[in-house]
């Protein structure tokens, strides 16, 4: 079986200055899951830092709409203060 990536889905958070990514492969990319989402610091130009500053495991969700829906709540989380992430890695990168 050939590993591919079905789903990639990226947003940059200005005022955060952070990366929200989601994909999704047709193997197994951890422990019981096919696909995620996590946060990287970076800026309009992409990621710069690949420590995850958040994860979320979407078990074996393959679908593009239902991940992008799911990716799309992330997004808005982080937003609205309800995910947090740490102040003191993102200061760091600015």
């Not at 990716?71 to 808005?76: A, C, K, N, P």
């Amino acid at each position: 079986m050939i590993f591919e990536m079905l789903v990639q889905i990226k947003t940059f958070i200005p005022e955060q200055n952070v990366w929200v990514s989601t994909v999704a492969y047709t193997q197994e990319i951890g422990l019981n899951r096919t696909s995620e989402t996590m946060v990287f610091k970076g800026n309009a130009e992409g990621i710069t830092d690949y420590s995850e500053l958040y994860f979320e495991s979407h078990s074996y969700i393959q679908d593009k709409a239902l991940l992008k829906r799911l990716h799309e709540q992330i997004v808005s989380k982080i937003k609205l203060g309800e995910i947090q992430l740490s102040k003191e890695e993102i200061e760091n990168d600015s």
